[in-house]
């Protein structure tokens, strides 16, 4: 009852034809959304760049005015370059803590402990809080608005001159210390940031099947090892979520100087400078995404024989 | 007892003081404004802004919680986000997990071209696409179906704003409010996920999509419960697009709650505002009560969706 070596042969590629079919019905309900909603819309947006944008109820009115609005963003506007420059070279420390600051927390909330339901419940609050409207009442509160914007107001320990003095007199670099002094002052701000990354990071140690803890404790692993040999690798693809999510929040915030002056321009309905400031903006978001891509595409590269071998 | 025993004790001693420390250091900076909101909200409107009472309130009342309730349209208001978010949620959800399963376990022409859009669509800010949007679901015709069938039919397109569905049909097919990042998350926690059972599934003859509901949904609850938490807090916290799609007499909550100051305004209350110091205070109370309102929940649902996060560890214990 053998089938023939043929037969076997033409059966397999068949299934392989099937089944990269089957890959891409999965995906065929976003490839329908991005021709329907997304990629119309994000064409529409490009094609203000380059327009003077007016509005008449029920359509847009444009007038072809070529790269006039880059060159107003980049060279009319004062601020606009400024401002992406200083809102890459923010992501440099932000990102770091963040991403960093949510991983420690994480295994801290993954930890069995007396309360720690309600410390999870503590955590998570900055999401439900900090995204939306509430937040802009708060920034607008006299008593929130102490704690939230700079400890300076809320404790004298941390004010950051004082700190800032004892470091340079003990001999540091003068760039360490200012990016030391500006992570200390926007500490709780950059905390407020962490509780997406937290939960996905949770969810992600929480995946990881309770067997390989078991085969590596009987084989003598300490709790330290089975942190760093299993924990932090099998966590790295929402490690990467989180990084990537950080530098999109990161560049999307509200408060975000690019972003924030671009808001300013929509809302004074000058679409096509807006789209104008926009696009490099992307390209940045890109370009430092394409980098953290290739840097795990690396790192998966080199750790990939000791997990065949498995 | 040796002096070995004695160090590690010690020392765990100081690690547990030193994580106790921490914790409590946190949870401050986590749990002060939902505290002030909740105290603002519930005390007397005159006695809010006393300086004398911090923690306290002087006389608790819930004329603040009252008056937020009228001046946000409350009910008719709640039951649209509720609408909106749990539908939106549920579509998302499935869309976005579909395609992420697709994008991390088969192979087949074009499927980095559609990951490269998915990390498109989370890298471009809403604001970029509010306002083709807006005229997009005021004038609805997909690829000009209904401009083409106008003789037969009679209307060239449909107004989908005041609508559900400006954030349900974007959802069902995976693009709706950050439907991007939700594609992420699913494909990178399943790239994560040990193969074996799903082969095995497949091998004993179970089909990709059955294999999909059976083996997969059941191994990736901790995402799933991650993405429906964040799916359904980000619809009702959102603001952009609400504000954009909404000007009916019902309204989600972020946008009633964003213009309670103004409903004051018009709804006679003008005066007192800048008034006295006691007006003025009367004013916070109202905005925290609207607060307090929006974000409750969100936060019921936070408290009761936790427990799954440590049912799950179990289901994942494979064995093998």
């Known amino acids: ?310 | 007892m040796n002096i070995h025993n004695i160090r590690k004790k010690a020392g765990s001693f100081g690690f547990n003081l030193f994580f106790v420390l921490l914790l409590i250091g946190l949870i401050y900076i986590f749990i002060f404004p939902l505290l002030t909101i909740i105290i603002t909200a519930i005390s007397s409107p005159e006695s809010s802004a006393d300086p004398t009472v911090l923690w306290v309130p002087k006389k608790v009342s819930a004329v603040g919680i009252k008056t937020a309730m009228e001046l946000m349209n409350f009910l008719p208001s709640l039951g649209l986000t509720a609408e909106i978010s749990v539908l939106a949620t549920l579509a998302s959800c499935i869309a976005c997990s579909l395609a992420g399963y697709g994008l991390a376990r088969f192979k087949f022409p074009g499927k980095n071209l559609i990951f490269a859009f998915v990390v498109l669509t989370i890298v471009v800010p809403p604001i970029f696409l509010t306002n083709p949007s807006f005229v997009s679901f005021r004038y609805f015709d997909p690829l000009n179906i209904f401009s083409l069938t106008e003789p037969v039919t009679g209307f060239s397109s449909i107004n989908l704003l005041d609508t559900v569905w400006t954030f349900v049909l974007p959802a069902l097919l995976g693009v709706g409010l950050r439907g991007g990042l939700f594609i992420f998350i699913f494909r990178q926690s399943f790239l994560g996920m040990p193969k074996d059972l799903e082969e095995a599934a497949r091998i004993d003859g179970c089909g990709a999509f059955k294999t999909y509901v059976r083996i997969i949904v059941p191994l990736a609850v901790p995402t799933f419960v991650t993405v429906i938490l964040f799916s359904f807090i980000w619809h009702w916290n959102d603001f952009y697009y609400s504000a954009a799609y909404f000007m009916n007499d019902t309204r989600p909550l972020t946008v009633e709650l964003s213009a309670i100051a103004e409903t004051m305004y018009s709804s006679g209350m003008t005066g007192s505002i800048m008034g006295t110091s006691g007006t003025v205070t009367a004013y916070r109370t109202y905005i925290m009560a609207g607060c307090l309102l929006t974000i409750f929940v969100p936060l019921v649902l936070y408290l009761f969706l936790q427990r799954f996060f440590i049912e799950s560890v179990e289901r994942t214990g494979i064995v093998g």
């Open chain 1, 1 to 310: 009852m053998k089938p023939s070596v043929d037969k076997l042969k033409s059966r397999r590629l068949s299934l392989t034809g099937k089944n990269s079919l089957t890959g891409f019905l999965f995906t065929l309900p976003f490839c329908i959304g991005l021709l329907l909603f997304f990629l119309p819309n994000f064409i529409q947006g490009v094609v203000f760049a380059f327009n003077q944008v007016g509005f008449e109820p029920g359509a847009f009115t444009l007038t072809y005015v070529g790269w006039d609005n880059f060159y107003y963003a980049f060279r009319t506007d004062l601020d606009y370059g400024n401002n992406l420059i200083s809102s890459v070279s923010s992501l440099l420390y932000q990102v770091p803590v963040i991403v960093v600051s949510s991983i420690f927390f994480a295994t801290i909330l993954n930890r069995k402990f007396f309360g720690r339901m309600f410390v999870r419940g503590v955590f998570f609050l900055p999401v439900i809080i900090a995204t939306g409207v509430v937040m802009k009442y708060f920034q607008l509160d006299s008593v929130t608005y102490g704690v939230l914007r700079g400890s300076t107001e809320t404790s004298a320990i941390f004010s950051s001159s004082a700190i800032e003095e004892i470091l340079i007199n003990s001999g540091l670099n003068d760039g360490l210390v200012e990016v030391f002094v500006t992570i200390s002052t926007n500490i709780f701000d950059l905390m407020w940031r962490t509780g997406i990354q937290t939960l996905i990071l949770l969810a992600g140690i929480q995946s990881v099947p309770a067997s390989l803890y078991e085969a590596s404790s009987i084989e003598g692993a300490s709790a330290w090892d089975n942190y760093w040999y299993i924990t932090i690798p099998m966590l790295s693809p929402m490690i990467f979520v989180s990084l990537v999510y950080t530098i999109v929040d990161t560049f999307s915030d509200a408060t975000n100087p690019v972003m924030s002056q671009i808001q300013t321009l929509v809302t004074s309905l000058d679409n096509g400078k807006a789209s104008a400031m926009a696009i490099p903006f992307m390209l940045i978001i890109l370009l430092v995404l394409a980098l953290v891509f290739a840097v795990f595409a690396l790192i998966n590269r080199n750790s990939k024989p000791e997990k065949a071998r498995r």
